[in-house]
T-cell receptor, first 115, second 114 residues
Framework: DVKVTQSSRYLVKRTGEKVFLECVQD?????MFWYRQDPGLGLRLIYF???????EKGDIPEGYSVSREKKERFSLILESASTNQTSMYLC??????????????FGPGTRLTVL | AQSVTQLDSQVPVFEEAPVELRCNYS??????LFWYVQYPNQGLQLLLK??????LVESINGFEAEFNKSQTSFHLRKPSVHISDTAEYFC????????????FGTGTRLQVFP
């Protein structure tokens, strides 16, 4: 079974702190994604990576950056956390295009609270 | 740009009653369609998907969804729900020619009461 793990289930940080959220997948997927989930807004794509060191902005990249140094690991970085970044963060991975599957596999999520 | 509309943010229902969760998408191109389920305090899991072929797709736990191209809909149905079906359900769409990304709806919270 595909497994996507996230480093923390719950995280509490202070305004202005630098925050790292880590995601690891074990299925050799090329694609990896970071979403944030907020009530009434569904899932919104923050960043997307289709290969090592490759990244693409999603719909809401402001205030975030990402790092993908190894194929299995995709990190989301909040350079200076703010209270409006309090949210549930979900990581996902998928096969590359052309394999006609599209299914994204999700991690359990990290609930981040910024005080 | 693609968009997905889930009109019902919450659907309360009694156990063993039928349920329909509505999903409409806006696209003039061929699409792949998905329903994901999120149980409390968990990530999303794929429930079912439509890629091609039969327009009626089924999941292993009794849910089904029908792709209706003329109405651009992919409604999720179950004839008899259980307490354990209480969860949030997300409809998602991807463009067949740009298949990297999924566009998600805002979700429908299904609450099943005894």
């Amino acid at each position: 079974d595909v497994k996507v793990t996230q480093s923390s289930r719950y995280l509490v940080k202070r305004t202005g702190e630098k925050v790292f959220l880590e995601c690891v997948q074990d299925m050799d997927h090329e694609n990896m994604f970071w979403y944030r989930q907020d009530p009434g807004l569904g899932l919104r794509l923050i960043y997307f990576s289709y290969d090592v060191k490759m990244k693409e902005k999603g719909d809401i990249p402001e205030g975030y950056s990402v790092s993908r140094e190894k194929k299995e690991r995709f990190s989301l970085i909040l350079e200076s956390a703010s209270t409006n970044q309090t949210s549930m963060y979900l990581c996902a991975s998928s096969f590359p295009p052309g394999q006609a599957r599209n299914e994204q596999f999700f991690g359990p999520g990290t609930r981040l609270t910024v005080l | 740009a693609q968009s997905v509309t889930q009109l019902d943010s919450q659907v309360p229902v009694f156990e063993e009653a039928p349920v329909e969760l509505r999903c409409n998408y806006s696209s003039s191109v061929s699409v792949y369609l998905f329903w994901y389920v999120q149980y409390p305090n968990q990530g999303l899991q794929l429930l079912l998907k439509y890629l091609s072929g039969s327009t009626l797709v089924e999941s292993i736990n009794g849910f089904e969804a029908e792709f209706n191209k003329s109405q651009t809909s992919f409604h999720l149905r179950k004839p008899s729900v259980h307490i354990s079906d209480t969860a949030e359900y997300f409809c998602a769409v991807s463009d067949r020619y740009n298949t990297d990304k999924l566009i998600f709806g805002t979700g429908t919270r299904l609450q099943v009461f005894p």
